[in-house]
């Protein structure tokens, strides 16, 4: 009787705990995730949809052959949208986002650590202008296995726009920006192919 209750609580309780568990891989940024398809993307993004549609349509222009290589052939582009975000495709799949957000620096923190169900790690950047005017900017990290996600506020007081940036991005991306080589790889497709 004891192990038919527990096996009736596990079968019910455990696909609701499941469930109710979020992994980075499955965080989203305003309806994207890491990693999703080129058709996903295009799919929750219509302005760059339409962008594609024109391309096809026009793929002598410039902007287009870069884009049309990356739908049709896993190429790399980016991709600018109306809503101050910016997306890195590349190797047919969405690899980085970054979007100025409208929220404080400290909500915004606090939603990012929320989704990563992490804390940041803090880092305090002293800056100041030619004038001696100084002032502390602040960045935020979240480094997670799959994801690598930055928060950036800049406080110099001149600037009229504090919105937060932020960035996040596949590991293999991150390590793309972090290469100082003169080697350097400018596709995540090639830092990942296999050696020959």
Request: charged letters at 20%; aromatic letters at 6%; one cysteine or more.
């Amino acid at each position: 009787m004891k192990s038919s209750l527990l096996i009736l609580v596990l079968f019910v309780w455990l696909p609701s705990a499941l469930s109710a568990q979020t992994t980075v891989s499955e965080t989203d940024f305003q309806g994207h995730l890491i990693g999703e398809t080129v058709a996903d993307f295009l799919r929750i993004e219509p302005e760059a949809q339409q962008e594609a549609n024109v391309c096809r349509q026009r793929s002598e222009r410039h902007r287009c052959v870069e884009l049309i290589a990356a739908l049709d052939r896993g190429q790399r582009a980016e991709v600018s949208t109306a809503t101050a975000a910016n997306y890195v495709l590349d190797a047919g799949k969405l690899v980085k986002l970054t979007m100025l957000v409208s929220e404080t620096f400290e909500a915004s923190s606090d939603a990012v650590s929320k989704k990563f169900g992490a804390l940041p790690k803090k880092t305090t950047l002293s800056s100041h202008n030619a004038s001696g005017t100084k002032w502390d900017n602040q960045l935020y990290t979240w480094d997670t296995p799959t994801i690598y996600a930055t928060l950036y506020q800049d406080n110099n007081p001149l600037l009229q726009d504090h919105r937060p940036l932020l960035i996040v991005e596949s590991h293999a991306e991150h390590l793309l920006d972090d290469v100082d080589s003169p080697t350097k790889s400018t596709s995540v497709a090639s830092s990942t192919a296999p050696k020959q």
